[in-house]
């Protein structure tokens, strides 16, 4: 009994020996990883755990599970040194993993994981390196059982060693020290001799798309994220968001993607927009201005930065912490477009040169500006109409305006979608101030479908005085019916129904109308006068008291229906 003691022990000590006498380069490797605290919003301890860096820039991953619900989360390195998770750079709840990267301003670096290049086959030998304080080489070897490919041609691996509550989301790494992967929760809590890692490669390749503020994913999880890491899918995700965010998370988001790409020009226009959005005072726009000092610095194209500059200028008009600020003013952002234009002589700048032009009134030299626009290759709808409204406010005739939002709409596709519905508006008030009535009608139906009909009663007001100009009066009779039903309380609009009516010789149906007007409005003086007119081609003796309410209440029209009926 003795001896069969003795041999269990002496096996027991040379199991251990194995455990603790791992590969040399374990000793080093242990000190990149370490453990976590997550916590709610009421900074309440979450849930602990592990994991490990995988870049010299403070990049970890863990599994998806403890993060879950957090609003903040620190990771404790092998020093005993906490450092706060900054931001989360992608997550997948299906494999149960988590990427982010954690304030490095609190540590002078973090040792790292090299992440596994080499295949990994059944068989071959992996260690698990558990969080450890202590400097030593302990670690739990194991094999590789199964190896299965899932998304992207990633790997899962089956491991024959033992998984244990303490090691869930410590690296798995081969003999060669680099990770090749991430050790998950066992499936069925046993203490069996099967465990199970995703590949390490598959959890370093999470990132932020674009697309990912709906991800349902990081939307279980409070701590702010990161950008995308590339520049261009990082300006999608800002334009994405920025109806979605406060605006003070947007700030945030801003001078992340500063930090994150500090020779883009198009971090610093962005925030020197959200700093104007947010100036109460002239020097809250210092910030503003420094930021375009910066955007010009390191940009290699200093004439679209110019144009730009100018184009934020020319928006922001109507901010009233900028009414008194010279560099804010109309003749700045001209200024700026000259010295765009002196680098680079581009249609786009001449366009916005004219927009600036009409702002100060000089519409002779805008008109010269859209005139070299609209002989160029960047002519489109938007810059006939904006010659046509500088003609307009020129005060050229309405036949010039005409020939202008007739080239706007002829390069417009159909059918009409809504970026057409203001062109298609404007023409119609052209075409009637020139009694082109029908045609008008023509483009007032376009703008209808084009706005999906989505349209209030004032539209349908003005298509029905078209339609009477028309001498259309079942279409306008149908069209001020539309407006009444959207808005049924307007005195107008049952007073025009009645006036229609009384034109196509439909004398009770005014006078009912007319009698609605007078119980909704009882000082409304055109309703007595209609009501008169009504009561007269009834042969109704009526008329002429009607005729005098109509005058008492101020009705100045009716004078002359008394002087010619009620003398």
């Known amino acids: 009994m003795k001896r069969i003691l003795f041999t269990m022990l002496l096996c027991f000590c040379a199991l251990q020996y194995g455990f603790s006498q791992g590969p040399k380069w374990v000793t080093k490797a242990k000190k990149s990883v370490f453990s976590i605290m997550t916590f709610d919003k009421d900074h309440n301890l979450l849930k602990t755990g592990n994991g490990f860096f995988i870049s010299p820039t403070g990049v970890g991953v863990s599994d998806f599970d403890l993060f879950k619900g957090a609003y903040r989360a620190v990771v404790i390195n092998t020093d005993g040194k906490e450092i706060p998770v900054e931001c989360i750079l992608g997550a997948d709840d299906t494999y149960d993993v988590v990427k982010f990267r954690v304030d490095l301003s609190l540590v002078k670096k973090v040792d790292y994981i090299d992440l596994n290049t080499s295949n990994i086959s059944i068989g071959d030998e992996v260690f698990v390196l558990p969080y450890s304080v202590e400097k030593d080489r302990a670690c739990t070897p194991g094999k590789v059982k199964k190896v299965d490919v899932i998304r992207d041609n990633h790997k899962y691996y089956t491991l024959d060693l033992r998984t244990s509550t303490n090691l869930v989301s410590c690296p798995v790494l081969n003999a060669s020290g680099m990770a090749v992967g991430l050790l998950q929760k066992s499936f069925d809590n046993s203490d069996s001799m099967t465990s199970h890692a995703v590949d390490a490669n598959f959890v370093a390749g999470l990132q932020i798309s674009a697309l990912s503020f709906d991800d349902v994913s990081l939307k279980d999880i409070y701590i702010k994220k990161g950008l995308p890491e590339q520049e261009d899918q990082s300006l999608v995700y800002l334009m994405m968001v920025s109806s979605k965010l406060p605006l003070k998370e ?29 100036a109460e005072k002239s020097d809250d726009v210092l910030f503003a201005e420094n930021d375009l000092k910066k955007a010009l610095e390191v940009s290699p ?32 952002a001209l200024e700026r477009i000259d010295e765009a234009i002196r680098i680079k002589d581009e249609a786009i700048y001449t366009q916005l040169r004219a927009e600036a032009l009409t702002l100060l009134g000089r519409f002779d030299e805008a008109l010269d500006c859209y005139s070299v626009v609209n002989k160029s290759e960047i002519a489109s709808p938007l810059s006939f109409y904006n010659t046509a409204l500088v003609e307009k406010a020129k005060g050229s005739s309405s036949d010039v305006v005409l020939v202008l939002l007739d080239s706007c709409v002829n390069r417009l596709e159909k059918p009409y979608n809504f970026s057409a519905s203001p062109y298609l508006f404007e023409r119609a008030q052209v075409l009637t101030s020139i009694g082109k009535h029908r045609d008008a009608l023509k483009d007032l139906d376009e703008y209808y479908y084009s706005v999906n009909g989505q349209v209030n009663s004032a539209f349908f007001y003005f298509r029905e005085q078209v339609a009477v100009q028309a001498k259309l009066f079942q279409q306008a009779l149908d069209d001020i019916e539309l407006a009444i039903q959207l808005d049924p309380n307007e005195p107008i609009y049952l007073a025009e129904k009645a006036s229609i009516n009384l034109r196509v010789g439909r004398y009770e149906v005014a006078l009912e ?55």
């Open 513 to 567: 109308t007319v009698n609605n007007l007078i119980a909704l409005d009882p000082n409304y003086a055109e309703a007595y006068r209609l009501q008169g007119v009504a009561y007269m081609q009834l042969k109704d003796n009526r008329a002429c008291a009607s005729f005098k309410k109509a005058k008492e209440l101020g009705d100045i029209v009716v004078e002359q229906l008394i002087d010619k009926h009620c003398k």
């Open 250 to 278: 947007m700030g945030v988001l801003y001078s992340d993607f500063i930090k994150q790409f500090p020779n883009s020009s198009e971090g610093y226009l962005k925030r020197a927009q959200y700093f104007l959005n947010i």
């Open 301 to 332: 194209t200093k004439d679209a930065i110019l144009f730009s500059i100018a184009r934020l200028i020319l928006n922001n008009q109507g901010l009233e912490v900028l009414n008194d600020l010279p560099n804010w003013q109309v003749e700045t």
